[in-house]
């Protein structure tokens, strides 16, 4: 059995992983304790000084932007996470056009900043689709005139781009001896990938996949240049109406810190609980 | 117009005024300049606190752990926005304070400075494992040679842990690249920002978005390029692990 999978390094680097938890012990040194009162002296000073009469007011909002937050992440994680399957499978076994068509797809998606691809779905298709009478008339016409498909739509193939070139490394680096023993038992080649080199493959790019899913979350606040309604967006309307420029941001990047620290520690509890040989 | 290629107006890719190849090209040397600017001031920001959280006191220690741990959680484009407005603030209080006055700070500046300090906490992490990499004997055998701690630094630390880092590395300047898009939130005149000026102007955005696409693409592939050459001398010598 290989060791435990870890997480990789441009990944761990860029989004808190479950491995950089501190412990409940850890906080209790006496260097810790002194900054931990100084934090909090700050946090206080935060609290007096600066303006926060707003928040009622905008609370209800706040909550609305929140959730249309997390709806955006787990709809384009789980969404994305489909298509980065296939993604990753046919770069490792698929015939050539198949291969090359999917590493095309994720080095065009890599290559690009998201924020573009976002503009271009939601600006250059939103401006297509309206002079082709057959769409107007469909049923579809109804979402598409709304800017939230678009987002989806982006955030999703970012995703499953990015998870793609996971998988691909998931799928190759499941051991052939596993894989061998799965056909010798006599596995149709379905029954082989459902049973064995997918969970495997899986087990390897956990954490992996969950640091990319907190940067997912990292990315949703873009959606709100494109208009839809997130908590990045009603932050956006706070500073407009009430010309105030720090606190709402500083409150904002509160709220994500919560919503990070609260998907790290969902990640750690599922981590924990997939058993792990050899260890 | 039966002609499906005339549908596309190739004229307004024209490098002169009327057409937008030019404004599109400088809005791209305006992303590489942040980009450097941004990944060069981010890998010295990134060397300090890698050395200051293997080798620094408790308190540098947890510092430098708050640093990447709050880059790290939340979103660029919330960071960008903070640093953006925080830190021309900042630099205007502190010129007032000693009597300069106010200074318009020029948005290379800026975002030079909030890209360099996004990617700096992400350098610190990644050159914190590369430098975890490297075999603890070679350090000690540096320092029973009784090399002082930073020549220690210099001879073998860093140029050990470099095969290590650049992978790495490399991902945090392609990361770089597609960040400085970001700074199109604040206003400043990159690539994406003024692909989408051109566009609207124009209602050509289907056009824009894939040229703008195609730049970037371009981009990333050179320095792809660049990348294996680099990695191919940094490896000289491993053992290649399978």
Known sequence: ?????????????????????????????????????IAAGLVFCIVWFMRWDWIPQYLPRLGYGIMIT???LFSTSILGFLLAVPLGLVQVTGPWPLKALAKGFCTVIRGTPLLLQLWLLYYGLGSLFPQFPAIRQSFLWPYLRESWPYGIAALTISFAAYEGEVMRGAFAGVPAGEIEAARAYGMSRWTLFRRIWLPRAIHRALPTLNGETVLQLKATPLVATITVIDVYAVISK?????????????????????????????????????????T | MADPVSFINWSLLALEPPGWGGVLLRGLMNSIEIAIGGYAFGLMLGVGGACGKLYGGPITRDLMECYTTIVRAVPELVLILLLYYAGTDALNYVLGMIGIGEVDISGLVAGIFVIGVVQGAYTTEVLRGAIKAVPVGQIEAARAYGMSPYKVMTRVTLPAMLPYAIPGLSNLWLIATKDTALLAVVGFSELTLVTRQAA?????????????????????????FVIRIIERRARRGFVEQS
Request: hydrophobic share 50%; net charge negative; aromatic share 12%.
């Open chain 1, 1 to 37: 059995m290989s060791e435990a999978p870890t997480t990789d390094v441009t990944t761990h680097a860029m989004a808190i992983t479950p491995e950089d938890l501190p412990t409940a012990e850890s906080f209790f040194k006496p260097h810790r304790i002194v900054l931990l009162a």
């Open chain 1, 70 to 72: 997390l709806a955006m």
């Open chain 1, 238 to 278: 706070v500073r407009q109406d009430t010309y105030i420029t720090y606190e709402p941001l500083l409150l904002l990047a509160l709220i994500y810190m919560c919503l990070t620290a609260i998907l790290v520690f969902a990640f750690r509890y599922l981590e924990n609980r997939i058993p792990t040989r050899g």
């Open chain 2, 200 to 224: 609207g102007s124009t209602k050509a955005y289907l056009l824009f978005f894939c040229a703008a696409g195609v730049l970037y693409l371009t981009l990333t592939l050179v320095s792809d």
